[in-house]
């Protein structure tokens, strides 16, 4: 058997390919960044055939740099920014419209009406509350506002799937027989697959006014789906992991028992907290979603809470206000002051997600005074993110009933000690981070390894995790509450902002 498994990690700012051994390290990788296409306020787009040339273009550099061919390769697997909808015809293979991104907010009026005064009407069924962060509503826009979509669309003639299915599908021969296929943990962000039966429901598909027929077969998160098609430089090699990123970097922390979670530092910020074998309702605004299934094995649950907006905040100071030049230059000026200066950041560019879903909140800076300096600015955005999680564990808490005693993390922005050390203060438990912090893509390795034998169990998996630094609580308990007040007090100035 080959000695490596490639991972393509379709993420939100770029696609990588990254290429790992058997001891989960890492051999080589690929990234390129694509546009970010922001029509409107609120909207937010990308160009799905930008994302298959990268997707291809990745691979390349990765086996290049690792000197490797697909014969040493056993596997692809593939991890995807969630949510993301595409709809292209399946004749021509292109997409009718731009992809409409997880943080884009153009839906809210297919929400208002599909909700009928209660946002969580499908919640029970599908885990999720009626929201224009997930697919369903997005697909419905396309219908509804590119001209002619929904007649084919109708007559059989598109497909809709996130950008894990659009890679799939690419990579098995698109319009030349390509696999039209998702995995379990990326259909239960859509709003249409029932979580009990993982199949699509008619019944919110006809409210929705969205064909079947458009949407991929839901299959389990590590099998064979198809092989890469013959132009590919992997061609021939299985295709046969793809899950959620989120769900993808859980599995990637090893975190595959009941209580078990990890938090991920990306363009937002992403808690998964498995559940096992059990769904669980939360009733403190945390999303119930599929965490993974391997095969025929039973299926893991777990509950979710989703941030919209951390790292892509830091990218705002730099593209937006230009205080600093590169997103890690965020960390020094942040440096240069003590403390936050009194100021707060909510970044609610997409409204409000986990815990408190408000969709009409918008971002807000507050607690300025003549003293505030962009060093403060700096160390507000950062503080934000720990906040945002600190809520989020809260809910988490106050859900399992029980306390979270240690918060494994992942991510780009774990690099940021600043960030990290303030994290271990404003939660009080101890903050660890794996020597392999490419975790998402690692995760999506794992499922396509297993399912050809290349790792032999979940065993194998678990010894390969191994601690590579840990920041200790260093925060009196009165001054960690009264943090944690005032962000709250900033949280409220960011609602009710839309008009
Ligand atoms: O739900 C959205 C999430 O999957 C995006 O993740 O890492 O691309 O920010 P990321």
């Known amino acids: 058997m080959a000695d490596y498994v490639i991972a393509i990690d379709q993420g939100t700012t770029s696609s990588r390919a990254i290429i790992f051994d058997k001891k989960g390290s890492i051999v080589s990788t690929g990234q390129k960044e694509h546009e970010q296409i922001f029509p409107k306020a609120g909207w937010v787009e990308h160009d799905p055939a930008e994302i298959w040339d990268n997707v291809r273009e990745v691979i390349g550099q990765a086996l290049s740099k690792g000197d490797l061919t697909r014969h040493d390769i056993a596997a692809v697997g593939i991890t995807n920014q969630r949510e993301t909808a595409v709809v292209w015809d399946k004749t021509t293979g292109k997409a009718v419209y731009n992809a409409i991104v997880w943080q884009d907010t153009r839906t809210q009026s297919i929400v208002d009406e599909l909700a009928q005064g209660d946002v969580e009407r499908y919640k029970s069924i599908v885990g999720l509350p009626l929201a224009t962060y997930f697919s369903g509503t997005k697909i419905k826009w396309i219908l509804d506002n590119v001209e002619g979509a929904r007649e084919k669309a109708e007559a059989g003639d598109l497909l809709f799937g996130t950008t894990d299915c659009w890679v799939l599908w690419n990579l098995t021969g698109g319009t030349d027989g390509g696999v039209h296929a998702t995995d379990v943990t990326n259909a239960s962000r859509t709003l249409f697959m029932d979580l009990e039966t993982l199949s699509w429901r008619d019944d919110i598909l006809a409210d929705f006014g969205v064909p079947k027929s458009m949407l991929p077969e839901i299959k389990s998160s590590s099998e064979v789906y198809g092989n890469v098609e013959s132009s590919s430089l992997l061609r021939e090699v299985p295709v046969s992991g793809i899950l959620g990123d989120q769900q993808a970097a859980t599995f990637g922390q090893a975190a595959f028992a009941a209580g078990e979670s990890k ?61 600093i030049s590169s997103a890690p230059e965020v960390e020094e000026l942040a440096k240069s002051v003590e403390d936050n200066g009194g100021a707060y950041i909510v970044p609610a560019f997409s409204g409000l997600f986990a815990p408190y879903w408000r969709p009409d909140a918008r971002g807000a800076l507050v607690g300025l005074t003549r003293y505030v300096n962009k060093g403060h600015i700096a160390r507000a955005a950062l503080e ?90 260093n925060l009196d308990a009165d001054e960690r509450a009264r943090q944690l007040r005032l962000w709250k007090k900033a949280v409220t100035k960011s609602m009710d902002w839309v008009d």
């Open 263 to 323: 938090n991920t530092y990306g363009t937002g910020n992403f808690l998964i907290f498995n559940t096992d074998t059990e769904i669980v309702h939360s009733k403190n605004g945390l999303l119930t979603t599929v965490g993974y299934k391997l095969g025929d094995q039973p299926t893991h649950y777990a509950l979710e809470g989703s941030i919209a907006v951390t790292g892509s905040l830091i990218q705002w100071l730099r593209d937006n206000l230009g205080i």
């Open 384 to 473: 934000s993110t720990a906040f945002q999680t600190a809520e989020v564990i809260e809910a988490v808490n106050a859900d399992s009933g029980v306390e979270l005693t240690e918060l494994k993390v992942d991510g780009g922005m774990t690099a940021n000690d600043t960030l990290m050390q303030f994290q271990a203060d404003i939660l009080g438990v101890p903050v660890v981070r794996p020597v392999v912090a490419e975790t998402t893509a690692l995760g999506a390795a794992y499922a396509a390894g297993l399912a050809v034998g290349f790792w032999s169990g979940l065993e194998d998996l678990a010894a390969n995790w191994q601690e590579d630094k840990r920041w200790e609580p």
